[in-house]
Structures are given as C-alpha cells and as structure tokens.
C-alpha cells in the first residue's frame, strides 16, 4: 500500500475520523484507525468504538491499493505536526513510512483484518434528506437536557420523532425538558433515540465541516442509525425501550405569561446565582408582579436583588429554581425575546418563542419557603 496526500487535507479528515476513538478499551486495534486504499485511489479511513462508527473517504495520489491499522493517536499527531505540503506514505513490513519535505517516521501498524467492519446499508430504507444547519440547532437545542445517569436508560439519549411534515427531537432528565420542531417530510411515521453522548459527537463533525455546502442523508436500521455527508459516513448505534410519553408532560393551563429579553434576563440570572448555594440547587427566587420580575437569590454571605423589566399576562406569582437549568436553556435559544408560562410555585415553567413552537422548554422549580 502507499499513497500521497496533502498534509491539511488529510489533518482534516483525521480530525472528523477520530471522533469515533476509543481510549476505553484493552483492545490495541480499537485505539486505531484504518487506512484503507482501493483500486480506483480512494483512501477510506475508518474508526469505530462499538456505539459510533466514522468513515471518511479522499482522493488520493501515486497509490498502490492494501490497508493497514495505524495507532490514532500517534498518526495524528504526526500528520499534524507536518510541513503543508504533500506527504507520501507506504507500507514496509507491516511498518508505516510518512515522508514530508526533510521529514521521516517509521511507525508500527496492525493487521486490518480484525478492525470490526462497518455495517452495509440496506437499499431498501429509506433516505430522508436533511439540511445540515437544521440538524446542528436542533442537536443543540436538546442534547444538552438528557439525562447523565446510564441507570436511566432510554432518557438519556435525544428521541428523533419523524413522519409526515413532522421533525421533532426531544431530550429530558427528570428536572428539565427540551423540545425541538421542525417541518421535513418524512413518509412513515418513525421514532428512535439517540445516546445523547454520541449524537454530541456526531454535532461536532457537523461542525468540522462548516464551511462546506452539503445535505445530510438519514438512514434508519433495525438497531442503528445512519448519516451519509459528502464523502463522510456516520453510524451511531441505537437505544433500546419506549421513551417517555413527553406530550403528558405539558402544561396546558397556564395562568402567568411574561415576554421578555433572553439577554437581559441570562445576565441577571448569571448575576444572582453567584450567591447561589449548590447545596441548596443553585436556588434563585422569581417574585412576579406588575411588569417586574424580582430575581434573588441569598447565602451566609450575603443576597442579592435583580429587578427585571418584562411584559406580564395573569397572576402575580413567586417561584424558586436551579439556576444552572434556566441558564441552559437561554444559551441555546438564539431569539431576542421569549415566552414564559407559568402557573402555580410547584408547576413547571414553559419557556417558548413568542411566535410558533420551533422550541419548547420545560423546567421544574425548587420549592421555596416563604419568609
């Protein structure tokens, strides 16, 4: 085997390509990477940790066609610290050789052929085409509210509910909810979810290639999930079990609403919580009335008191959170102004655009006691 590639090319690819490295493991070929050249000059270079697969696929150059497992750790470091410029590579007695400019490394591979194979997709499933910046703000408008606890099963990971003219995902912990809708016209109903780790990951390749123009093609199997872009292949494996029946746990009889400035209201947020006691969940206090929001929040060191103006509809009412929860939320909305929706101090707040339900947040309060 040997090929010649330019060195940002392939640093780049590397980069998307080792998303799916494990160090979690006492399996040496499981820490690599597989360079694979076939007939035609195509290098595939191939990771998997059992939970995600990438493989990334370029054009290459004076090549000869053979595959090798090169440590993912080592290769990269090496391809990155190169000169930009072309770089050759051949394989010499299960040894890799890279040579740039005035440059030399002869480093160890392993044998391809116990490098687990990534699955073929079916013909027969269906191709739902996505924009790709639709699933980047979706992705971040709910990953970030599953559960962390692997003893919770199916919540944590990111439900994708789909059919026609339907695109929701949902995530959800037991303290806060998220929702995501979008328009994209599916023709069976399905549902799946995601491990909210691993659809992170996903993200960040998304991400990697922002300055390319491309759609992104959905692939659902029996047990996996997969994500054709350009020349990158993305197979996340599936979760087990029947998500939680979400649409139960909306509000539907609200009694206070209040519109008012994401920005203003994160700052006074960021503000009261530093006076926040962690063991007592980052407490802050909403005291509702007129068109004022009091925000406070008080320890053995001292209080603090935020006055915030906003538009209000309904009952004057006073409620307690973790702050850490409200914050979340508000960094991932990219609108100026939001809705708030409440109803009593032990129901949860909604949080929603003013306009449309492209997101939807739940967030249940901290009880308070009243002085």
């Known amino acids: 085997m040997k090929f010649k590639c330019n060195q940002q090319t392939l640093s780049k690819a590397l980069n998307i390509v080792s998303k799916a490295v494990t160090n979690k493991t006492t399996l040496p070929i499981m820490k690599g990477i597989m360079l694979k050249v076939d007939e035609n000059g195509i290098l595939t270079m191939s990771a998997s940790d059992f939970y995600i697969s990438v493989e990334k696929s370029l054009k290459v150059e004076d090549f000869l066609p053979g595959s090798i497992v090169v440590m993912s750790k080592l290769f990269g470091d090496i391809v990155r610290k190169l000169p930009n410029d072309d770089v050759y590579f051949e394989l010499v007695d299960n040894y890799v050789v890279i040579k740039c400019q005035n440059t030399e490394f ?9 490098f687990p194979v990534l699955n073929k997709v079916e013909n027969n499933n269906e191709v739902i085409k996505l924009d790709r910046q639709l699933l980047i703000d979706m992705i971040k408008r709910t990953a970030f509210a599953a559960s962390i606890d692997e003893a919770k099963g199916v919540i944590t990971g990111v439900l994708l509910e789909m059919g026609p003219e339907k695109f929701n995902m949902v995530a959800l912990d037991g303290y806060r909810m998220a929702i995501s809708r979008e328009r994209v016209d599916i023709n069976e109903e399905k549902k799946i979810v995601i491990p909210a780790k691993i659809i992170g990951e996903l993200n ?45 746990i909306l509000p539907k009889d609200n ?24 063991g007592k969940n980052n407490l802050i206090k909403f005291s509702i009335t007129e068109n004022n929001i009091l925000i406070t929040s008080k320890s053995e060191e001292g209080n603090v008191k935020e006055n915030l103006s906003v538009y209000k509809e309904g009952n004057d009412l006073e409620i307690g959170f973790n702050s850490k929860y409200i914050l979340d939320v508000l960094k991932v909305i990219d609108d100026e102004d939001i809705k708030m929706e409440f109803k009593q101090s032990i129901n949860p707040c909604i949080v929603k655009p003013i306009e449309g ?15």
């Open 357 to 371: 339900n492209v997101y939807e947040y739940l967030v249940l309060p901290v009880r308070i006691t009243t002085n």
């Open 204 to 248: 960040k390749i998304l991400l990697e290639t922002a300055d390319e123009e491309y759609d992104v093609n959905m692939i659902i199997t029996e047990k996996k999930v997969v994500f054709i872009m350009d020349n990158t292949k993305v197979i996340l494996n599936l979760l087990e079990g029947e998500f939680i029946k979400y649409q139960d």
């Open 255 to 278: 009694t206070t609403t209040v519109v008012l400035n994401k920005n203003d209201l994160a700052k006074c947020i960021e503000r009261a919580s530093l006076l926040a006691k962690e």
């Open 106 to 114: 002869k480093i160890l591979g392993l044998s391809s052929d116990e």
